[in-house]
């Protein structure tokens, strides 16, 4: 760093002059100490890494990622939860993404030639959605299974779904839901197998698991569960994860914790302000020249606290306090603007917004502050993130659950008119596509002119048009064209076409 950037520390104008008079003894000494120092300015070629004065005391930890999340993790997630119960910012994230994400839930389309097959398919699963069909505990439908897998993940940082067999059903398999804090290790650092265990999770050499290790759920809480091992192929752990070296799940609130935590608090301040503005408060003092007496009052004197001092007395709005002599009463103003309250909301709110990628204004349903561009071009990258996250569900999750209910209701006889071959090209029989809740509309006119354009000169395809509002094309074009012959039959068509007007305010007719 140059002199015109920072004056030079006592240490660097000493190894200068330390430089010279060797170079002035020896020049051979003096040319490798300027060697070996030139190969240290390299080292500092970033210049916010070197410890100047200004980070001095900046040195993070850094290491293994489950090394730095196990002794973090379980009061990161009691924290999260205590949110999750009392924060209406951390709700209104959640909130977002299980709208967002699952919202009426996946629509399931198979996409092999063979149209009773897929028929016969997609009832199949409709009807193991239902509540009672897919949870082992009978309470939850799969969408609320789904909600709760988003809710879980974002609080939590992740989920655990085991396979279970039912065999007093018509379809013998069923989802249970356990929570991570349910992922207990059996006191040893290693199985007899010889491989790690961490956090309840044996894995092999590579980091895969291959069992857990998991406290039996129950309702009892007289009773300590068990641990069972469970076979890391009945388990879906889902679980947030951002680095190749953790095996557990960390909360995703975790870097917002504390901005929360202070927006809450300040809150709560401001509310607590307000209610004394709003109320007739006073305090009463004694006066420091009031005369000493002797002897004890006959007078009945108030509750005293453990210092011997009179004991507070709450703020009520309207309400009239007798002095005692030598007392006099001096009104309580809360200093600071309720206005700055706004401004740090903002601020806050965006910030954590961020770090979910989320806007402020989905996080927050306030659209005050945008005009459409704005509020579009916000609403594009907010659907980015949600997309992410209903592929992460489809392709961990759905798609294996999908194949798993076909084959037990395959092997239970539920599938009559199966292709004989199914078990061998499962494949084969089940290529599908889950489609889930589609993009919301910002204005419907505009939007509809923009596909039209687009889907006119060959730039998009009414399927990706109907995908983005979580649709099957199929299925609507057979609707329209159902609904057109109807509407013919009875004479509810009008010949005159339908004309739009656009922006420019030219009219545009639409073609039948």
Not at 194 to 215: C, D, M, R, S, T
Request: glycine share 6%.
């Amino acid at each position: 760093m140059s002199k015109n950037q920072r004056n030079p520390t006592f240490m660097e104008r000493l190894g200068d002059g330390i430089d010279k008079a060797i170079s002035v003894l020896s020049p051979r000494w003096g040319a490798e100490r300027r060697a070996y120092r030139a190969q240290m300015r390299l080292a500092a070629a970033y210049e916010a890494v070197p410890k100047w004065r200004n980070s001095a005391d900046w040195v993070p930890v850094d290491g293994k990622g489950e090394a730095l999340n196990a002794p973090n993790r379980d009061i990161a997630r009691a924290k999260a939860r205590h949110l999750e119960r009392n924060s209406e910012l951390i709700n209104s994230i959640i909130n977002a993404f299980e709208r967002n994400v699952v919202g009426k839930g996946f629509n399931l389309q198979l996409r092999t030639d063979n149209q009773d097959w897929n028929n016969a398919i997609e009832a199949l699963w409709a009807d193991w959605s239902r509540p009672g069909n897919c949870d082992v505990t009978g309470r939850f439908c799969l969408t609320e299974i789904l909600k709760l897998i988003v809710r879980r993940r974002i609080v939590d940082g992740g989920i655990l779904a085991l396979k279970v067999t039912d065999k007093s059903s018509d379809i013998p398999y069923r989802l249970q839901l356990i929570e991570v804090d349910n992922l207990k290790g059996p006191g040893e650092v290693k199985s007899p197998a010889g491989n790690a265990i961490i956090g309840g999770i044996e894995v092999n050499k590579y980091g895969k698991p291959l069992n857990y290790y998991i406290e039996q759920a129950t309702a009892d809480i007289t009773t300590v569960a068990e641990i069972e091992t469970v076979k890391a192929d009945r388990v879906f752990y889902l679980s947030t994860t951002s680095r190749p070296s953790e095996v557990r799940e960390i909360s995703p609130l975790t870097r917002a914790l504390d901005d929360v935590h202070d927006l809450e608090e300040f809150f709560d301040a401001v509310a607590f302000k307000q209610k004394i503005n709003a109320a007739i408060a006073v305090f009463i003092t004694t006066q420091k020249d009031a005369g000493s007496t002797f002897g004890r009052s006959l007078a009945p004197k108030g509750e005293k606290d453990s210092n011997g001092k009179p004991a507070g007395t709450r703020i009520d709005s309207g309400s009239i306090k007798y002095l005692e002599p030598g007392q006099d009463v001096r009104s309580i103003v809360p200093s600071g603007q309720s206005s700055e309250l706004n401004d740090y909301n903002l601020a806050v709110s965006r910030r954590i917004g961020a770090g979910h990628n989320l806007s402020y204004e989905m996080m927050t349903r306030d659209v005050s502050k945008v005009n459409y561009s704005s509020a579009r071009q916000n609403l594009l990258e907010d659907w980015k993130t949600f997309a992410d996250e209903q592929n992460y569900i489809i392709e961990h999750f759905l798609d294996f659950v999908l194949e798993d209910v076909v084959t037990a209701a395959y092997l239970a006889g539920k599938l009559k008119n199966a292709p004989k071959d199914f078990m061998t090209n499962r494949q084969k029989y089940l290529k599908h596509e889950f489609i889930g809740q589609g993009l919301p509309w910002i204005d419907p006119l505009k939007e509809a002119q923009a596909n039209q354009v687009m889907l006119a000169t060959g730039q998009t395809t009414l399927k990706d048009i109907y995908a983005k509002k979580g649709k099957d094309w199929e299925e609507e074009v057979a609707q329209l064209a159902l609904e057109r012959e109807k509407t013919k039959e009875l004479g509810l068509v009008s010949e005159a076409p339908v004309t739009v007007k656009g922006d420019d305010g030219d009219e545009r007719k639409s073609e039948e």
